[in-house]
């Protein structure tokens, strides 16, 4: 038998702390300012431009990639092609969009109780 999920069916049946509860509402005011903020950079055109500039980077840094020879550069390149990869507002946004899920989940239990 695992007690290990019954010890975490205690905590979880254990109210939060109103500190806790204070700082999970502030957590949440802050992830949906950032949210709000993100929306609109996505639907503006100077976040569209910005994005197709990055987006011919990226694919000039792709086709350099594919023709250098000179490992160092290589990597280099590897490298700037990752951290650009990652660059993407919209992945962003979810991430934000799932923490508030997660941060009403938990006051949602709290008022419940």
Do not use: C
Not at 36 to 50: E, G, M, Q, Y
Not at 54 to 75: G, N
Not at 78 to 103: M, T
Request: charged fraction near 30%; aromatic fraction near 4%; hydrophobic fraction near 35%.
């Amino acid at each position: 038998m695992n007690n290990s999920l019954m010890h975490i069916e205690e905590i979880l049946d254990e109210p939060l702390p109103e500190e806790r509860i204070a700082h999970l509402r502030t957590r949440q005011q802050h992830s949906l300012q950032v949210l709000s903020s993100i929306d609109a950079l996505l639907r503006s055109n100077h976040w569209k431009t910005v994005e197709a500039e990055l987006l011919d980077k990226l694919a000039i840094m792709k086709r350099q990639l594919v023709s250098e020879k000179d490992t160092t550069e290589m990597f280099r390149l590897q490298g700037k092609i990752s951290y650009g990869e990652k660059f993407d507002l919209a992945n962003l946004a979810k991430q934000y969009r799932l923490e508030l899920e997660g941060i009403k989940k938990q006051l949602h239990a709290t008022n419940q109780e």
